[in-house]
């Protein structure tokens, strides 16, 4: 097995939303803002080479949206997935699997191009993975989160007939990647953990967007169940320390990974650095 950051556009984020009832005066101290509040994020992804399978977790932005909807997210910088995939010798073609932790436009977003007034999937020859549970939390969504389901992005991937749902009896990718589950943020969104070197790689997605968050109620506003959310973390964090795990961060612009450690002020950050570095 091998694994390939994938790094795609930055876009900024409103620090309060992304802190929910943490002080400015705390959060930004790991993650300044600008004069406008906002503060910058990335899409960072994980391309795993298993084999004959060439799995890409997550999508970003994607670039089909209107000028308008990105006018909202200020994208910057001059990642791209393709771009990133070249750099290791690979292109769309070549993706046999991608894993959508979860239907949210910017992890899910580059799923689906615009061909003039078409929509197809980006990856035509892949299985898009998500699970029963939060399909149709995403296809019947509630207020909240309404504006980040967009039916662009996900009516296709049906269509398509290249939709697949993980069962959580089954294990669709090999023994060595499993499926986790987080609910607090969303319903059913997927974790993807990796067995990788002698090492337990946990692709954190909206659990952990950045080393900022890492104390438990520094909890999105985004979050459909914060107090849900605090309770995952914990579990999580006492087994992330315990069994040294190592966290792969899909939105810190910084850090792509870290490690967790007790400290007497709880769980902190031990360790950050590239992937490339394991």
């Given at each position: 097995m091998q694994l390939y950051t994938i790094e795609t556009q930055n876009f900024k984020l409103d620090g309060g939303a992304m802190f929910g009832v943490v002080p400015k005066s705390i959060w930004h101290k790991t993650n300044p803002a600008?004069?406008?509040?906002?503060?910058t994020w990335t899409n960072r992804l994980l391309l795993i080479e298993d084999g004959a399978k060439l799995i890409l977790i997550d999508t970003g932005?994607?670039?089909?949206?209107?000028?308008?909807?990105?006018?909202?997210?200020?994208?910057?910088?001059?990642?791209?997935?393709?771009?990133?995939?070249?750099?290791?010798g690979f292109n769309r073609e070549d993706i046999?699997?991608?894993i959508l932790t979860h239907l949210h436009f910017d992890h899910c977003g580059g799923a689906i191009v615009r061909e003039g007034e078409k929509l197809r999937p980006s990856f035509t020859k892949a299985n898009y993975w998500s699970n029963a549970e939060h399909w149709n939390w995403a296809t019947n969504p509630n207020p909240?989160?309404?504006?980040s389901f967009l039916e662009e992005n996900i009516k296709p991937i049906q269509e398509s007939g290249q939709l697949k749902f993980v069962e959580k009896e089954k294990n669709p990718f090999g023994p060595d990647i499993q499926i986790r589950y987080a609910h607090g943020h969303t319903e059913s969104m997927m974790l993807p953990q990796i067995k990788y070197k002698d090492?337990?790689?946990?692709?954190?997605?909206d659990l952990l967007p950045s080393v900022?968050?890492?104390?438990?109620?520094?909890?999105?506003?985004?979050?459909?169940?914060?107090?849900?959310?605090?309770?995952?973390?914990k579990n999580y964090w006492e087994?992330?320390?315990?069994?040294?795990?190592i966290l792969f961060l899909e939105h810190d612009a910084v850090n792509a990974c870290?490690?967790?450690q007790h400290t007497e002020k709880g769980i902190r950050l031990k360790d950050s650095f590239q992937l490339s570095d394991i």
């Open positions: 600008d004069a406008n509040n906002m503060c932005l994607g670039d089909k949206q209107s000028e308008k909807f990105f006018g909202h997210y200020y994208i910057h910088g001059d990642n791209s997935i393709d771009k990133s995939l070249a750099k290791y046999t699997d991608v909240r989160e309404k504006a090492k337990t790689i946990l692709y954190m997605a900022g968050h890492i104390p438990l109620p520094y909890v999105m506003g985004y979050d459909v169940r914060p107090l849900t959310t605090i309770e995952e973390r087994e992330i320390v315990d069994q040294e795990y870290c490690t967790l």
